[in-house]
């Protein structure tokens, strides 16, 4: 079993992922990844040193931001707990609150509806403070097909999806946040030629590499995730 990107990127290469694999050395020290994306390769690669790049910088700074976060996984899920309900979002990972009459009445699209209020409001906040991951993140999760796209003003400018934050979101963020603890990650902003230059603008984190681990399943009866190790 693979890790799934808490990003639910479009393009990623989850499903390609066994192949991927296989052609990869069994044992790797240094792992350089230039189209980072969401991640979805470099969560289920084992090496000493993570060198990981995108020309999005509102990407690297969302990894950044979950790297930082890694630590404190509750204060996490406290904030952005805290952010949904003062935005009325849907959190079907804790509780389904929306209500049936609008389920019958939009059988296929009944997330986009409740959350579209919500989620057009937090977009307007967000836009006069780009600096608020913790919104940018939730943007994401509930913007159409989980997409990360500015106009050409800067702003951001995804519509509401028809998603919800739901257990796979959650139980991703778990297993993103146990992988990267610890890890020796150096985070770069460049397009991938300059990358493979040397990188001008590294964002270096954290000085102790991880011995490699094992795979296996396991599932945690804390998170009630299945997580992989
Ligand atoms: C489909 S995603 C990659 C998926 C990822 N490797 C995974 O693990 O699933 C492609 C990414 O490449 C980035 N990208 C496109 N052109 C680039 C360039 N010239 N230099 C660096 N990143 C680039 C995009 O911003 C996007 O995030």
Redesign the pocket.
Known sequence: MFRR?PFF??????KILDSVKKIFPLKINKFI??????????LNVIANKYLL????EY?IKLHKFLIENSKNETIFFNNISKLISRYKLSHSFLEDIVPIELKNKYIKTYYAQYNKEGYNMLKTDYNKNKNDMYKLYLLVIYGFNRMLRYNSSGEYNIPVGNVDFNKNVYCALIEYFRFVYNKNISLYN????T?ARGGPTASRRRGASTPPRTTATTATASTGCSTTR
């Open positions: 990107s990127y479009v393009g990623d290469k989850f990844e230039p189209f980072l994306g969401g991640g979805t390769v470099f790049n995108d020309v999005n990407l460049s397009s991938a030629s990358t």
